[in-house]
């Protein structure tokens, strides 16, 4: 029953998953090209300033992606480019008299100190941009040669009209998009005002790259598709990002991917819905955003946050307002409150069926007892519906359904007594559940900052750990999680054993 965390699922054994296609509009079974491996290609951050909590829900979709598939059994090779070429970049480095190193290194450690706050696992690869200019070049060179690029005043660009399947992504129609409409200033010599740019010429002064149409940079689509062929091939199995990529973004990548290398580009679109505020995306532009940053400020929990995250579907808009983020902890109370009652009892503490006066013969009884009604198969429903929700279109909402029903059930046999080996059991099954959600292992969820501020000399770690004691014994569990979480947040790890409680720095 335990997998246990990294357990090790050979190739062959993986489970069968249905995903949304946004290409086909349908759930269609995830067909790797090798089996038992997936290759996904998610598009990352532009690091000209930290990201939102918007740009964060897309990559914990993503990351529950990745958790989900390793479950159900699969190997995962993501890569998630960074983009820093693009012209806020350019700009910004110009500004302040910087490279484009300098100015974005503030941007893309905010980045992966965002994704570690949120229990966000790390893909296998985040290439930059400006690591693969010679990849986009030759591609560029590629599509030239075939007569689907042109080069013109400004740089060079896409012949839209040349590529029939150009839309079926989005489904937009292009006949509709007016030719000769206002064109960006500096892309002025394009033939049709739907061709986009592949390599723009650079303005004096502005940081630039050689190539055979002068120097100048990348145009922001052509670096996934440079990436992309670069880590997973010219074919790979899925590519993830945000509605709003759709259109223009993963359209011209396709149209870039295709006709380079007359091959399918990807196999299996999914895209995540908008958070939103006050009915409206939140993004830069509109000011109505917010960081990580500014829900420590306020006290929020990040542990909730991706708690919340992950209870909505991915296809479904999240409207985020501060009794959401309420919500979501209380659900994670009761599932604290779960954790630390099994693990009380799994640990032999004084209430445990098996330990202490309760003696070896009353144990097996109380054993029996359980085992008659069945907590066996309790365990085993959370197992299979659990999975059988993530396999059902990362159907998080019923994978939590599941997990509390399981709450329930065990916090009744809890009342009625549970056997050690079985407290010890259901850890075990929600610790693989775990492996999804990332929000009940309380050592991933201790803030280094916090530990820092709150530093407690050992005198007032032991005073809160007797505290704790006194509340475990009159089965205290609020006040008893309360002081845990108040010496987790100090960086202080606690283990409960037969002997007592045992405490050690983190
Ligand atoms: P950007 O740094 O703007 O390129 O965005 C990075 C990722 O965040 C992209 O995949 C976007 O689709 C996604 N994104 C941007 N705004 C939101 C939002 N309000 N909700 C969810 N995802 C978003
Ligand atoms: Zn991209």
Redesign the pocket.
Known sequence: MNQGKGAATPAGSAEPVRLHNTMSRRLEPLRPLRAGEVGIY??????YDA??I??L???LFEDVLRRSLHLLGYRVTQVMNL?DVEDKIIDGAHRAGQSIAEFTAPHVDEFFADLAALGIEPAEHYPRATEHIDGMIELIEALIEQGYAYTAEGGVFFRIDRFERYGRLSGIDLSQVVRGERVADDEYGKDDVRDFVLWKSAKPGEPSWPSPWGDGRPGWHIECSAMSRHFLGETFDIH??????IFPHHENEIAQSECAHQAPFVRHWLH?????VDGE????SKGN?YRLADLRQRGASLRALRYLFLSVHYRRKINFTDASLDAAGSALRRLDELRFRLEHVAGGGPDSTADGDAGGEEARQSDDRADATGFQEVLDALRRDFRAALADDLNLSAGLAALFRFVKETNRRLEAGLETRQAAAALAALAEVDRVLGVLDPEAWLEPTQSAAAWLGDAEIEALVERRDAARAERDWTEADRLRDELSAAGVVLEDTPGGTLWRRS
Do not use: A, Q, Y
């Not at 998610?42 to 690091?47: L, M």
């Not at 995540?272 to 939103?276: D, F, I, R, V």
């Open positions: 998610t598009c990352g951050p532009t690091v990201p939102h918007g740009n829900r897309t990559f983009t993830c990002g945000g509605v709003d990529n995540s819905e908008h958070l939103m995306k939140m993004s830069k955003m």
